[in-house]
């Protein structure tokens, strides 16, 4: 799909980087800018308690995937004048400097565009350009309200435990660049596209939004329990200990599952005859259902209820996630990793043999200047005893 289309990721942790998976798995060429000073993309030392990996943490594996790795030192005028020479080459850029840095090692958009005016350049900020506070996912979680709703009723404000801003702000830059892809192939113009974390965050508020500005409503802990919806989202015990989600979303949905648990009055029972009544006396509600499920094993209501087509799942964990096709259907091999597709469209695009895996730190440096800038084996050597490169 996009065969052709040159990429130079100056970007590391999640957000950038998931964009420039996200494009080489649908055939770009990208190639990943890291810092030869520092050993790379920092997400490269992430490694959970008990994880036995080489450069490539199962952090960095997430989002790396269809990469080639130059390692640069872009404090030196020979790293710049690689990467402006990439520049002249390349399609499009995805960064994610922390406010300022970009300009003063000259890779920012005003600059690289004097060179390439058909770039079209994708930034990810935390605050916004303007705002020189740096952005790290768990304390945007905690500044845009979503901690604060994220929680037990009385118990502490938790983040999720994945880096969902991150991952909402990469899904934001790349609507962005494709949208900037669709202008200039009308205009022939390369342009700048901009997403801050925090407004990626607050973007997604969704309902929860919705609930503060139209209803004066400030959202508060209530476990997975839905706002506006009962029972939804509220988790029950099976007679073996198993933890069944509902999501029944209206009244049909409600008195189905009634009459499932042999409880059909309680669709009669004027406290939970609308769902807006059965929003507030959501505890009574809960506890008439619990008693009804703990009589009952996890597989055989979940069969029950999904032939009755009412809303329902297991809360599984990981190891079963990936025992399922859904799963498995997203699974990217190669002969040291496995990994997950960041595009989930179908018909998906078919990985080849040619799909390159997660790179080590500056794996394809010498092949990059080679091969893309034809430089000589002399002078790759002069960069790399001066620190140029590595």
């Known amino acids: 799909m996009f065969e052709g289309l040159k990429i130079l990721e100056l970007a590391s ?25 520092s050993s790379g993309d920092v997400t490269r030392t992430w490694k959970a308690e008990g994880e036995n990996t080489d450069d490539r943490s199962a952090y960095f594996c997430s989002v790396n995937w269809g990469k080639k790795s130059i390692a640069i030192n872009l404090e030196t005028r020979e790293g710049r004048e690689i990467i402006y020479s990439l520049v002249k080459i390349s399609d499009m850029v995805i960064a994610s400097y922390k406010p300022g840095d970009a300009e003063k090692i000259g890779v920012d958009y005003k600059t690289l565009r004097k060179l390439n005016s058909n770039l079209l350049y994708g930034q990810i900020t935390g605050y916004g350009s303007d705002d020189q506070r740096v952005g790290y996912d768990a304390v945007i979680q905690a500044e845009s309200g ?6 037990e009723p009385g118990g502490n404000s938790l983040k999720m435990p994945v880096a969902l801003v991150d991952v909402l702000a990469a899904h934001h830059l790349k609507e962005g660049l494709l949208l900037g892809m669709i202008e200039k192939s009308r205009t022939g113009q390369g342009g700048f596209v901009e997403v801050s974390l925090i407004q990626a965050a607050i973007s997604s508020l969704c309902n929860q939004a919705a609930n503060w500005l ?19 989202g509220d988790i029950f015990i099976t007679s073996e200990g198993k933890e069944i989600l509902l999501a029944v979303g ?3 949905q409600f ?5 499932l648990l042999g409880i059909p009055q309680v669709a009669d029972d004027q406290r939970y005859e609308s769902n807006q009544l059965r929003v507030i006396n959501r505890n009574s509600l809960r506890s008439l259902l619990q008693d009804r499920f703990l009589k009952y094993q996890a597989g055989t209501i979940l069969t029950q209820l999904r032939d009755a087509r009412i809303p329902a799942g297991a809360i599984e964990d990981i190891q079963h996630v990936f025992e399922t096709p859904q799963a498995k259907a997203l699974l990217m091999h190669s002969a040291s990793s496995t990994g997950v597709r960041t595009y989930v469209g179908s018909p998906a695009p078919v990985l080849g043999s040619h799909f390159l895996p997660p790179p080590h730190f500056g794996e394809h440096t010498v092949d990059i ?7 000589d084996e002399k002078t790759i050597g002069k960069l790399i005893s001066s620190g140029a490169i590595r």
């Open 146 to 151: 979503f901690m604060s709703m994220n929680g």
């Open 250 to 252: 209206n009244d049909k």
């Open 255 to 259: 008195r189905g599952l009634c009459s």
């Open 13 to 37: 942790v999640l957000a950038g980087p998931s964009v420039g998976q996200f494009f080489a798995e649908l055939g770009a060429t990208v190639i990943k800018v890291e810092n030869a000073k």
């Open 369 to 375: 200047l080679s091969n893309s800038l034809k430089m």
């Open 214 to 232: 139209i209803s004066g409503i400030i959202p508060h802990k209530q476990g997975s329990a839905h706002p506006n919806i009962a029972p939804y």
